[in-house]
């Protein structure tokens, strides 16, 4: 069974840093192409990146472009969110998910179009 496990969250001002980790188990990790998610209290979840299995053709969502990246280190089992220049609109719970079959390089933004889930982990960024 796929258990992905997010860390990295936490408190930080407005401004500052936080790098978010999902470490995946299983051998087929490599093969995964992976997305980061976010929910704030009271709307819906939203997506905020993706990467293709091969770590390549990062794509964010605008309200986060150029303020965040995602990686992805196959021999770690682990995709990363690193979370620069935070806003408060930035706080919510942030989930990575796993999609185990799409070999495409066009961005998979839909929740539905996921495999497998974390738990997630809360981000909150005061003013």
């Known amino acids: 069974q796929v258990q992905l496990v997010e860390s990295g969250g936490g408190l930080v001002q407005a401004g500052g840093s936080l790098r978010l980790s999902c470490a995946v188990s299983?051998?087929?990790?490599?093969?995964?192409?992976m997305g980061w998610f976010r929910q704030a209290p009271g709307k819906e979840r939203e997506f905020v990146a993706f990467?293709?299995?091969?770590?390549?053709?990062?794509y964010y969502a605008n309200s986060v472009k150029g303020r965040f990246t995602i990686s992805k280190d196959n021999a770690k089992n682990t995709v990363y969110l690193q979370m620069n220049s935070l806003e408060p609109e930035d706080t919510a719970v942030y989930y990575c998910?796993?999609?185990?079959?799409?070999?495409?390089?066009?961005?998979?933004?839909?929740?539905?179009?996921?495999?497998?889930w974390g738990q997630g982990t809360q981000v909150t960024v005061s003013s």
């Open positions: 299983g051998r087929t990790f490599s093969s995964y192409a």
């Open positions: 998910a796993a999609d185990r079959s799409y070999r495409g390089t066009l961005a998979l933004t839909a929740a539905s179009e996921y495999d497998y």
């Open positions: 990467i293709t299995w091969t770590g390549s053709s990062p």
